[in-house]
Every structure is written in structure tokens, then in C-alpha cells.
């Protein structure tokens, strides 16, 4: 009776005790749901923003043009919109992955990659034949090039050793004339008359006729290379682990961006610092993951995503330097300059020369008037790309002040 009488006498606060304990559970386990919650970061859209704070002069890297204007490619996403209150951090943006996409390709909205690819079947069996038949080289590098500018191409070529493959994009339809150098005998050559870069890229070096090269890089004409050795260049991207990468500017010619400019105290620089206001984010273009269109590199995986993203009908390649970010991962880390192999961008006006005087415009006129509408288009259609992947997934669209 004794013992039955204690366990009695114990029962109630035992049961007391029991339901403290839930309770405490129960409110520990809500805070800390919260605190898990807040932590997670807002699923939001990698978009462009346009800091009215940007202004400078764009230089058209093939025409020399220079004008005025906002640069409105200042990329960012819409987590970043109270800049003010708290400090952006890349990995706060949920990542894209598309396992279904083209090889390579997979970090990319599918809604970007353009279905029906063209190519220029003729000319296109010529450029995989020969590329074939010299395998034995490791690297690509590529110039879009018009016979007024072969004083210029014969001293870059030649910074090149033999380890790398030659292949010239002619613009003006002279590629017989090249015949006087002898480096240009085996250099692969092609010709449709008053293209561009991009277009020749799009169309003859898709990432599986290019494969055999380690690395591509796809240059101006305008560039002087005085400073600069292919072979320590190499060097240095794969001792930095660079996958897109550019050699520096000289800091007194053709410089746009405080990214692209040489520093004379290091090997290689992957962020800077530009004015107030003109980076969401310090892991963000155009502070970091960030190079010019005008002498970029690609390695052989980059190029095969970047290949996927450039559009058919988008010629000119504005607003491309603010996406190569999309195709390596950390950007931050995998995209920068060269510092110590560094290259003049001399500003040639040929791209320009190349256009059509319409309604009383200069040629250039025409030219930079295409630039800027598909720099907008490009851009509209990468925001609308992403919006549709996550939207395919379920997820609301944050709002956002905007595009």
C-alpha cells in the first residue's frame, strides 16, 4: 500500500513535468523553424537592373564607335533590390540546372538555347575537315579579320607558336591576298562578306567541331600584342584556373571597364572596384566574373555552354560579356584578366565602314543602332528565359522594381 501510495503521490507531477517538456518542444521547435525559414535565401530572378548611376562611353570594339549613353547591363537579381539594408551574397540566387539540356549547356534557362540551330552546310563540312586534319594542335585562336588590317594580324599571329591552330574570319571576301604570309598557308580560312564575329562563331565553331582544343579564343583585329605570349598566357589560365578570361587592357587606350584594365602588381586580378552604385554585388559583373567581348578565351567546357547561349540573329555580342557568368560556377572565381600578358585595343573603325547609309545616317549610325537593339533584345529574352524556368518549377516571381 506504501508503494502504491508514493507511485500515486508521484503521478501528477510526472504528468505536469511531461507536458512542460511539449510545450517547450513545441516552442522551440517554431522558433527554430523560423530561424531555418529566414535563413533560406527568397527564390528570385536573375535580372537586369539598370542603375541610373551608369553612365560612360561604349566603345563598339570593331567599329570604334563611341557614344554617350546608360549602361543599362548592370546585372543583378531581385533579392538585391534593398541594397542599403543588407549585404548581397552570390549564393543567394538559386542556381540553374537543366539536366535535359544540350551537353554542357545545363546551367542555362532552357528557354535561351535557340532550338533550330543554323549552320552554313557548304563551308561548314570545309571548316570540320580541315580542323580535323590538325588536331595535333592544342589550342584555337580565331580573328575576324579584313585585308586592311593585315599588317596588324601578322604581328599577332605571330605571338603564337605552333601549338595553336589559326583560323581567319574574312569580312571583306579578300582571302586569296593572304597568301603573301606564310603562316596564312596553314591557317584555316573563311569568308562571307561584311559578318561579324559572333555570327562566324554561331556558325563554324560549334563546341564538337572544336572540341580537340583545350582553349578558343575568339579576337578583334584591333588588338595590339606587343606585350603578350600565347604560350605563358596558357600558362596562367590554368594556373589560376580561369575558364573565360581576357589578357588586360592597357589602361591609356580603348578601356571601358575598370575590370578589364592591366594591374601592373600581379599575374591576374578576378574582381575590382568601379563607382558607387554600379555593383549589386561584388561577386557580380561589372566588379567580377566579368571580361570583354573584344580578346576573350574560352576553355573548351565554357565554350560549349557559351556556344549554346549566343542567338542566331544576334550579331554584334552586346550584352554577352554580362552573361558568360551563367556558364561557369563560381563565376567569381573561374572568369578574370590576365595582368602580366596584356594587349592595346587600338579602336579600328572597320565593323563601322561595313554598314549601310540609310535615311542620311552615316554607316557607323546604322551600326550602333543595331548594337543597342540587340543588346535590349538579348537582355528580354535571357529575363523572360529565366522567368519561364522558374515558373516551369513552380516557383513564384519575386517582386521587383524591374528590368
Known amino acids: 500500500m506504501a508503494k502504491f501510495g508514493t507511485g ?46 551608369i553612365i560612360s562611353y561604349i566603345e563598339d570594339r570593331n567599329s570604334g564607335i563611341t557614344t554617350q549613353t546608360l549602361l543599362n547591363h548592370a546585372w543583378t537579381s531581385a533579392n538585391n533590390q534593398n541594397r542599403n539594408n543588407a549585404t548581397s551574397n552570390t549564393t543567394d540566387t538559386l542556381k540553374i540546372y537543366v539536366p535535359t539540356n544540350p551537353r554542357g549547356a545545363e546551367r542555362l534557362p532552357p528557354g535561351i538555347i535557340v532550338q533550330n540551330q543554323i549552320f552554313i552546310c ?13 588536331t595535333q ?10 585585308y586592311d588590317q593585315k599588317k596588324n ?16 574570319f574574312h569580312y571583306d571576301g579578300r582571302t586569296s591576298e593572304w597568301d603573301e604570309f606564310e603562316w596564312s598557308k596553314r591557317a584555316i580560312h573563311v569568308s562571307t562578306r561584311k559578318q561579324t564575329k559572333w555570327w562566324y562563331a554561331k556558325r563554324f565553331l560549334h563546341p564538337d567541331i572544336v572540341a580537340p582544343y583545350e582553349y578558343i579564343f575568339i579576337w578583334d583585329e584591333d588588338l595590339g600584342v606587343q606585350h603578350f605570349d600565347a604560350e605563358e598566357y596558357i ?20 578601356l571601358t571597364w575598370q575590370m578589364t584594365k592591366r ?36 576553355s573548351r567546357d565554357a565554350w560549349r555552354c557559351v556556344w549554346h ?15 558568360l557568368r551563367k556558364c561557369v560556377e563560381p563565376a567569381h572565381e573561374k572568369i578574370g584578366v590576365v595582368d602580366s ?9 572597320s565593323l563601322g565602314n561595313q554598314g549601310q547609309s540609310e535615311n542620311g545616317k552615316a554607316p557607323w549610325e546604322g551600326v550602333r543602332e543595331r548594337c543597342r537593339k540587340e543588346w535590349e533584345m538579348f537582355r528580354k529574352r535571357l529575363s523572360e528565359a529565366e522567368k519561364a524556368y522558374y515558373v516551369s518549377k513552380g516557383m513564384a516571381r519575386p517582386n521587383s522594381t524591374g528590368v
Request: net charge neutral; hydrophobic share 40%.
Open 263 to 298: 594591374r601592373g602588381d600581379r599575374e591576374v586580378h578576378k574582381e575590382t572596384e568601379e563607382k558607387p552604385g554600379w555593383c549589386a554585388d561584388p561577386h557580380l559583373p561589372p566588379c567580377a566574373a566579368f571580361v570583354e567581348i573584344m580578346a576573350t578565351v574560352f
Open 309 to 323: 547561349m549566343i542567338q542566331n540573329d544576334l550579331v554584334h555580342g552586346w550584352g554577352l560579356d554580362f552573361a
Open 235 to 254: 600558362r596562367l589560365v590554368k594556373k589560376h584556373g580561369l575558364e573565360i578570361s581576357q589578357p588586360g587592357l592597357e589602361p591609356d587606350k580603348g
Open 153 to 168: 594580324i601578322d604581328a599577332a599571329v605571330k605571338k603564337f607558336s605552333e601549338n595553336f591552330a589559326i583560323l581567319l
Open 122 to 134: 557548304a563551308d561548314y563540312g570545309v571548316t570540320q575537315m580541315r580542323l580535323d586534319l590538325i
Open 137 to 146: 594542335q592544342k589550342y584555337l585562336v580565331t580573328f575576324t579579320v579584313g
Open 341 to 349: 600578358q596584356w594587349i592595346i585595343h587600338q579602336v579600328v573603325p
Open 8 to 53: 500515486g503521490r508521484s503521478a501528477l507531477p510526472r504528468k505536469s513535468n511531461e507536458n512542460m517538456r511539449l510545450i517547450i518542444s513545441t516552442v522551440i521547435g517554431i522558433v527554430l523553424g523560423y530561424l531555418i525559414g529566414i535563413s533560406f535565401p527568397t527564390v528570385s530572378i536573375t535580372k537586369l537592373h539598370f542603375p541610373s548611376s
